[in-house]
């Protein structure tokens, strides 16, 4: 049986990226564990196709007017809500049957905290002599609103690898609790004494992650393993939405190429990759260091090759002609970069720079090696203007590139969430700090912000139509009735001919009907007006389309 049982506790959402999903950071704590001498399991809630639907949550029935129908079209959000991952009577029999003296949970994201907790609920209740452990982004950022709920006997702030094997070895030998990193606990009055945050100043010095741990038959893309790992951790921009630093301040740290190859070739040893997701906030910052990573990786897999990708996006101003040469070689296929905005009010609002001037460039280049590019656009932030988001939209809708709309939320220990709560903004509930909630009615209300989501569906729509060589439709009224059995882009076709022609964004049911989408329609004209002056270019492809005046 083990000493140190981890888990990856199940989430509630509409939707769930198994990809994106690896509990890389719970193996390196149980590598870190290992190190010290302990014995430990790893409970992977998430590594399962199971999932159930469940009635809507009472704090967002402000979503069913958007999400309330289902709808098989392109241009479908979200519907149904479900419980992704095994069950929390699953996990408390697991957890019994481990006889582990500490459980640690991860709760990573706030939104998914009330699952957290509720998993340390059930944990507590049938191990009552264990003492359970919560560490994360959530339980470093809002350490006393975690410790409230009498399941958690503490909460570890920071890197987990630094605070979690003395927590372990003081609990195991009965020693003081007062030297442990990141350690947050109750007094015998009930207040609660706070440690300073546990912090990694040298990555290079943290042990190999438990690897062996993972259900890698779970994380596959195809007939390989997809693997998500951090080659850093922090970032050195301070925008206003952003909390990545919350747990560790500002200070950008990488590792050696030798140890992120070495993490790479144990994955390997176990479960040969085909995928590998660079999970940083900042993976090109350092020049000289990502040409050595590159290189590195190719040589080392120059046998096989291996995709990959930095889906959290990377820094335009970093990339030129020859990193992003390299990078192709290496085994990007497609760049993901973060924009944000276009707005110059809204960047100086969030404290970012103008970088459309380098995604031009970067998307320029990218074209010319027959790269795919992906670049995400952030709206309904505070004091953000929802017609800014349509010019983001047309921005994009002139390039070669895929639109990624992100719905800005309140992540705790960000500036703005300190904003939304002087100004009384924030949801009423951490799990309507999701973009999905669409939580904040600002500047942008909730129908302007589904609205500029489902913009990004239509225009992407429209991009792969000219990438497969189909062309656009003509506008046209929407028919009476379709064809008993109509594929989905023959379907997308017919509801975007019914778009260009009156601006209307329709769905389909699971009966069979069309109907229309609750929508802005001041937003959508203003996107019909801008597409009526600009070209309008494909994805991938060399395709381009010049819609006809309205």
């Known amino acids: 049986m083990p000493d140190i049982l981890l888990i990856q506790p199940p989430i509630e959402d509409f939707y769930f990226t198994a990809k994106r999903s690896l509990p890389y950071g719970l193996a390196g704590i149980a590598g870190a564990l ?6 430990v399991a790893l409970l992977d809630a998430l590594a399962t196709p199971k999932s159930r639907v469940l009635p809507w949550p009472d704090e967002m029935a402000h979503l069913h007017p958007f999400f309330g129908r289902s709808d098989r079209s392109p241009f479908a959000l979200f519907h149904k809500w479900r419980h992704f991952g095994y069950s929390l009577e699953h996990i408390a029999r697991q957890s019994k049957a481990s006889g582990a003296f500490l459980i640690g949970i991860s709760s990573l994201f706030s939104a998914y905290a009330e699952t957290a907790l509720a998993t340390a609920a059930v944990v507590k209740a049938a191990c009552p002599r264990a003492l359970v452990v919560l560490g994360g982004h959530h339980p470093s950022a809002l350490p006393g609103e975690v410790m409230r709920y009498p399941a958690v006997d503490y909460v570890l702030r920071g890197d987990g690898e630094v605070g979690l094997p003395p927590l372990a070895r003081a609990l195991r030998d009965g020693s003081e609790l007062h030297s442990v990193p990141g350690l947050v606990r109750r ?3 009930g207040s609660l004494h706070q440690n300073p945050t546990a912090f990694a100043a040298d990555l290079n010095r943290l042990p190999m992650p438990a690897f062996d741990l993972l259900d890698w038959g779970f994380y596959r893309r195809a007939d390989r393993s997809s693997a998500a ?11 206003t939405y952003c909390a990545v630093n919350t747990a560790g301040g500002h200070a950008y740290r990488c590792r050696s190429v030798a140890g992120v190859l070495a ?5 390997d040893r176990i479960a040969p990759l085909g995928f590998i997701d ?46 992003i040469g390299r990078m192709q070689q290496a085994g990007f296929k497609t760049l993901n970069l973060a924009l944000i905005t276009t707005s110059a009010a809204q960047l100086r609002r969030f404290q970012r720079p103008d970088l459309s001037q380098d995604v031009d460039r970067v998307l320029h280049l990218a074209g010319r090696r027959k790269m795919n590019a992906v670049v995400y656009l952030m709206v309904a932030g505070p004091g953000q203007d ?3 988001g349509v010019a983001d939209l047309l921005f994009l809708a002139q390039r070669r590139v895929l639109a990624g709309v992100s719905v800005f939320y309140p992540a705790p220990g960000s500036l703005d969430y300190e904003w939304c709560a002087r100004h009384g903004l924030l949801p009423s509930a951490f799990r309507l700090m999701r973009a999905t909630a669409l939580p904040l009615a600002h500047i942008t209300d909730r129908i302007q912000t589904v609205t500029l989501l489902r913009l990004g569906r239509v225009l992407n729509f429209m991009k792969h139509l000219l990438d497969a060589g189909i062309g656009l439709p003509v506008p046209d009224r929407p028919p009476a009735v379709l064809p008993a059995k109509v594929e989905r882009l023959a379907l997308g076709r017919i509801l975007l001919a019914a778009f260009l022609h009156d601006g209307i964004i329709r769905g389909l049911d699971d009966e069979g009907r069309i ?31 010049l819609p006809p005046s309205r």
């Not at 993490?263 to 994955?267: A, R, T």
């Open 34 to 39: 290992r190190q010290a001498g302990f014995s």
């Open 187 to 189: 007094r015998p009055d």
């Open 229 to 239: 790992i951090s080659a850093g951790r922090g970032c050195p921009q301070r925008c």
């Open 263 to 267: 993490e790479l070739e144990e994955i």
């Open 278 to 323: 660079f999970e940083d906030e900042h993976l090109s910052l350092d020049r000289s260091w990502f040409i050595d990573l590159l290189t590195a990786i190719q040589h080392r897999f120059a046998q096989r090759r291996i995709e990959l990708r930095a889906m959290n996006g990377l820094f335009a101003p970093s990339l030129d002609e020859e990193l």
């Open 386 to 388: 929802p017609y800014a």
């Open 515 to 545: 109907y229309p989408h609750r929508i802005d329609t001041g937003l959508t004209r203003a996107f019909l007006d801008g597409l009526a002056g600009v070209q309008l270019k494909g994805a991938s492809s060399a395709g381009s389309f």
